[in-house]
């Protein structure tokens, strides 16, 4: 993302939401955050993105993660365009659990590097792409991922990156190919053999490779 690295301190910008006027570091308090853009209103990705991310709001909040969107367009037609999620979710007498926060004039998107120069409106401005950051309590960037407009983003898979950070920040692990909560993770390579010892009571194992380096190291968190 141009500008914004995996360490960087995420910026404690000011916006209109469909909440009211936020700070964003006073938004997320000492909690970890989440903040997905979608390139418009009453578009059909977006839709369905956002009725995903409503239906399970619950599992990004019993991770102690709060969760905000952005999209380009004003808080009332954000407040509109929710109306038409919670109806696609069948729950249309529900408000969205997560604010909105409105990038009309696209100054966000641009100091975050949203913009995605292939997808344009009918007046040729560039659209936000779909963008996920995720950041920590220390208000730090812990991850991004950047999706192309004409391609929806798997939420699932975007739990699983949370309990991976959340357990990483805790832990010296690191969580393999495929990893989800309750598979074993691998011990990190700048730990000694008895220091992994020491840290892993349940015990660590390791791999027989070919070179003979022991360099795959198991343990169950």
């Known amino acids: 993302m141009p500008g914004l690295l995996l360490g960087d301190e995420f910026p404690n910008f000011e916006a209109d939401t469909t909440i009211g006027r936020i700070k964003f570091h006073d938004f997320l308090g000492n909690s970890w955050g989440i903040l997905f853009s979608h390139p418009r209103d009453f578009t059909p990705v977006c839709t369905t993105e956002l009725a995903c991310a409503a239906k399970i709001s619950d599992e990004f909040k019993k991770r102690g993660v709060k969760m905000i969107a952005l999209s380009i367009d004003s808080v009332e037609d954000h407040r ?5 999620v919670m109806a696609f979710n069948s729950e249309a007498e529900s408000a969205l659990p997560f604010p909105i926060i409105a990038d009309d004039k696209r100054e966000l998107s641009v100091q975050l590097g949203m913009l995605d120069p292939d997808e344009r409106d009918k007046d040729g401005i560039p659209l936000t792409a779909r963008c996920v950051f995720v950041i920590g309590p220390d208000k730090k960037l812990k991850l ?11 939420f699932n ?27 074993k993770v691998m011990v990190i390579p700048s730990l000694s053999e008895a220091e992994a010892t020491a840290l892993f009571p349940n015990g660590v194992t390791t791999k027989e490779l070919p070179s003979g380096k022991k360099y795959l190291r198991y343990t169950q968190p």
């Open 80 to 84: 509109n365009w929710s109306k038409d």
């Open 144 to 154: 991004s991922i950047l999706y192309p407009a004409t391609t929806g983003r798997n």
């Open 157 to 183: 898979e975007l739990l699983r990156v949370i309990d991976s950070l959340q357990l990483t920040a805790q832990k010296k692990v690191a969580t393999p190919v495929d990893w989800k909560p309750g598979d």
